[in-house]
Structure formats: structure tokens, C-alpha cells
């Protein structure tokens, strides 16, 4: 889900930014040391800290006076700051595509996340793996699964270890009610539809 971080951070200042507008330095390290990574950070409607990813430093507030350490030249400065983030949860239905197809399953891409669909989750159905045409095939029901795909998915497994986004493992499921192919849904939904006229 897609969160409103709220935390606090030292930003070091190099030397060569010092002659610029000092707040347009401290927003300009801000954005280069925070956005892309994983961090813990205080999630304001939830009060508490959590791991997400930090898409957009939207402001900064200047904490106290900044510290020069004697042999760096740098200001180091305490900043109090706003973001936009992302933090996927355990259980979250979330909409992605489908990036890979792999022996094993394929891979989708929800947010700035990607996340494994194990082939044992994807449908209730015999499955052939066509990795010529990265698809896969139900037996039965004709359905097919390739590369570029619209999901439903559901979080199944989450792994956050590091700060690097890489480091990352989130499993994924789409065999529930509600979940799979975004076409899959929509002509179940229709054929519904038409059943109940």
C-alpha cells in the first residue's frame, strides 16, 4: 500500500555544496541518499515504524544547527522529513504485471516490488510451460499466462532484509476467489452476468 513516512535523518552536505542555496542542497541529498531504498521509517497513520520503500521525499524540516567533523569539510544535518512510500503487507491483494515466465513460475511486478507466482499458484489446472512464447497453458481450461499480463495477486510471503530492493522476496498467489488474469476475471464476471438474465 502506498504510505504517507514521516522520520527523521542526517543528511551529510559535501564541501562542493555548500556554496549553493543550503536548503536546495539539504532537499538535493535528501532525495539521493532516501528515495530507492528500503528503510525504516515512521509510518504516519499507523504510528509506529515499518520497512517500505521510499518513492518521493516530498519536504524536509531543518533539526538544530548542522556539525562540521573536523577533517570532512562536510555539514552534517539533522532533518526531520516527509515522503511518499510504499509498504507491501502480508496478506494485500495487489494489481501487477507479468514481467518473466520462468520453469519454476512467473514474475510480477506490483509498485516498485516483483514478486514470485509459483507455477503451484496460478490456477487449479494442469499446467504446460511454453518458454518459447514465455506463457503458460492450462490443460483444461485453455487459459493461458504470458508475458505482460494484468494480475490479481495476493501476498503470501515477504522478506525485507536489507535496505536494497533487490534483496527483496515476496511470494505471491492468484488460486483464491477474486484473484488471477485481469481478463480471466472479467469474462467470469460477464458470463455471470449473463447466467443471472
Not at 6 to 25: H, M, Q, S, T
Not at 106 to 119: C, S, W, Y
Not at 137 to 157: E, F, P, S
Not at 176 to 189: A, H, T
Amino acid at each position: 500500500m502506498y504510505i504517507e513516512i514521516e522520520d527523521e535523518f542526517i543528511a551529510r552536505v559535501p564541501p562542493d555544496k555548500l556554496g549553493l542555496d543550503y536548503d536546495n542542497a539539504l532537499l538535493g541529498v535528501a532525495k539521493t541518499s532516501l528515495e530507492g531504498i528500503l528503510r525504516d521509517a515512521e509510518v504516519a497513520s499507523y504510528g509506529v515504524s515499518k520497512r517500505c520503500f521510499v518513492i518521493s521525499v516530498s519536504s524536509i524540516e531543518k533539526i538544530g544547527e548542522g556539525t562540521i567533523v573536523h577533517g570532512d569539510g562536510a555539514v552534517y544535518q539533522t532533518l526531520r522529513f516527509r515522503a511518499i512510500g510504499y509498504m507491501p503487507e502480508m496478506q494485500e491483494i495487489v494489481e501487477g504485471y507479468v514481467t518473466s515466465v520462468q520453469k519454476f513460475g512467473a514474475f510480477v511486478r506490483f509498485g516498485p516490488f516483483e514478486g514470485l507466482l509459483h507455477i503451484s499458484q496460478i490456477m487449479d489446472d494442469r499446467i504446460d510451460i511454453d518458454l518459447a512464447n514465455q506463457r503458460f497453458i492450462g490443460k483444461d481450461t485453455k487459459r493461458d499466462l504470458k508475458v505482460g499480463d494484468r494480475v490479481r495477486v495476493k501476498i503470501v510471503a515477504l522478506s525485507l532484509p536489507s535496505s536494497f530492493i533487490g534483496d527483496s522476496k515476496v511470494g505471491l498467489t492468484m488460486k483464491q476467489l477474486g484473484l488471477g488474469k485481469l481478463d480471466w476475471l472479467r469474462k467470469r464476471k460477464e458470463n455471470r452476468v449473463e447466467n443471472e438474465a
